[in-house]
């Protein structure tokens, strides 16, 4: 049976994983929410803060995964897990920065540029973690449940042995981050359209 076996949601003021929470922002803080996740999560990626908001949420998002579900490396060959993300707003974040650099009258930086593709989440996820499997990036109006279901079964029936998949919608004005792991276990919550959409919304317990 497939089941999802991890899962954060990293949202504008918290995040969390498995439902839990792990950390919340500090409305105080210098840092932006992303580097306050980093640190206070002792991450060590220096690559990080090079990287566009899109990739920083993918990065943060995948690495907590990982660290509620810790086999996931050790249990599959590089060319076995596959990547799907989806948004509804590309790198459309990053482009605006980017113009703005041209409108200041400034050069925009290289950093900036390479950043103007949504897929490139999935190159800093894959190189980190030496996945190289099938991968995808969709751009969709809304976070769809059945594209992941209907495109799951077509990687998990051509070698594809787990799937981290998720909604990453990163823009000025809001962060919707769901990430998740599938994987085929005897047990667990099962992956379909109901329990994704039911983890997708889920909410911290006050």
């Known amino acids: 049976m497939k ?4 899962y954060c949601n990293l949202r504008a003021g918290e995040v969390l994983v498995n439902g839990e929470v792990i950390a919340r922002r500090d409305a105080g803080s210098e840092d932006s929410w992303f580097k306050q996740i980093y640190k206070q999560q002792e991450l060590a990626y220096p ?4 990287m566009d908001v899109l ?29 799907v993300f989806a948004n509804a707003s ?20 290289p950093s900036l540029f390479v ?12 190189i980190l973690n030496k996945w190289y499997g099938e ?10 449940p059945g594209f992941y279901l209907d495109y799951s079964r077509i990687l998990l029936a051509s070698g594809s042995r787990a ?13 919707d981050v769901f990430l998740f792991m599938v ?3 005897e047990s667990g919550t099962e992956f379909n359209e109901e329990n994704l959409l039911h983890l997708s919304q889920t909410v911290a317990a006050y």
Not at 115 to 126: K, R, W
């Open 3 to 6: 089941v999802i076996t991890a």
């Open 163 to 175: 799937l981290l998949g998720g909604w990453l919608e990163v823009t000025a004005g809001s962060t």
């Open 183 to 185: 994987e085929e276990r």
């Open 135 to 144: 991968n995808m990036f969709a751009v969709l109006p809304k976070f769809v």
């Open 55 to 83: 990739s920083q949420a993918g990065y943060l998002a995948s690495e907590l995964i990982k660290r509620a579900n810790p086999s996931i490396s050790e249990a599959y060959a590089d060319d076995e897990i596959a990547l």
């Open 47 to 50: 690559k990080f803060y090079k």
């Open 115 to 126: 950043y103007t593709l949504p897929n490139i989440v999935l190159g800093e996820i894959a």
């Open 90 to 109: 590309s790198s459309a974040e990053t482009d605006r920065r980017f113009i703005q650099s041209y409108e200041s009258g400034g050069s925009p930086s």
